[in-house]
């Protein structure tokens, strides 16, 4: 079956730069997609097809992808970015949806 | 507003059945894919099954194949997951999610609040 890895950890401290990376074979031919999820809240969307921000999303979030590399950049994280990350995508055949074990993200 | 409520939760014993629901309201419900994500108490999401608008494209993580049954009624606005042969992994939060496709991928652009299946003897 296909995964994604991630980090189970990033720690900034407030205003720096906060990158979690997401790696997956197929990366290079498929999306990847970026859920925030707070605690005891339900997912929320902050990046789909590797670099697209939906409305709503502060600016500060971006992503991008190169190879078999999925990156979210969080670009002078707050307190309130606080959060389980998770990137999500399909293997080649597109049959085989995958989300990454998700990344805590402590901002501190 | 766009609104997904999922219900149908409950505790029950291995190998007995459930059937989850998720009401749709404030957008026009038949022009999306819908798809089940659960989580595992303290655990990560797990995309369990997506359906297209009509049904005519289904899907099943392996986890859940011959086990689980998705289906959709366009004229209720509702999305359903059946559950059978319930085993003590498939306890967890179930989420019900709205898919924007686009061109060969698509992503979950709105989330309910779940409902929690606990599976145990």
């Known amino acids: 079956s296909y995964e994604l890895t991630q980090p189970p950890s990033v720690s900034v401290s407030p205003g720096q730069t906060a990158r979690i990376t997401c790696s997956g074979d197929?990366?290079?031919?498929?999306?990847a997609d970026w859920y925030q999820q707070k605690s005891g809240q339900a997912p929320v969307l902050v990046i789909h097809?590797?670099?697209k921000r939906p409305s709503g999303i502060p600016e500060r979030f971006s992503g991008s992808s190169s190879g078999t590399l999925a990156t979210l950049t969080i670009s002078g994280a707050q307190v309130e970015d606080e959060a389980d990350y998770y990137c999500y995508s399909t293997d080649s055949s597109g049959y085989h949806r995958v989300f990454g074990g998700g990344t805590k993200l402590t901002v501190l | 507003e766009v609104q997904l409520v999922e219900s149908g939760g409950g505790v029950l014993r291995p190998g007995g059945s459930l059937r989850l629901s998720c009401a749709a309201s404030?957008?026009?419900?038949?022009?999306?894919?819908m798809s089940w994500v659960r989580q595992a108490p303290g655990k990560g999401l797990e995309w369990v099954s997506g359906i297209n608008w009509n049904g005519g494209s289904i899907g099943y993580a392996d986890s859940v194949k011959g086990r689980f049954t998705i289906s959709r009624d366009n004229a209720k606005n509702s999305l359903y997951l059946q559950m059978n042969s319930l085993r003590a992994d498939d306890t967890a939060l179930y989420y019900c999610?709205?898919?924007?496709?686009?061109?060969?991928?698509?992503?979950?652009?709105?989330w309910g609040q779940g409902t929690l299946v606990t599976v145990s003897s």
């Open positions: 197929a990366l290079p031919k498929k999306y």
């Open positions: 404030g957008f026009k419900f038949d022009d999306y894919g």
């Open positions: 999610a709205r898919e924007i496709a686009v061109a060969g991928t698509s992503w979950f652009d709105r």
């Open positions: 097809e590797d670099d």
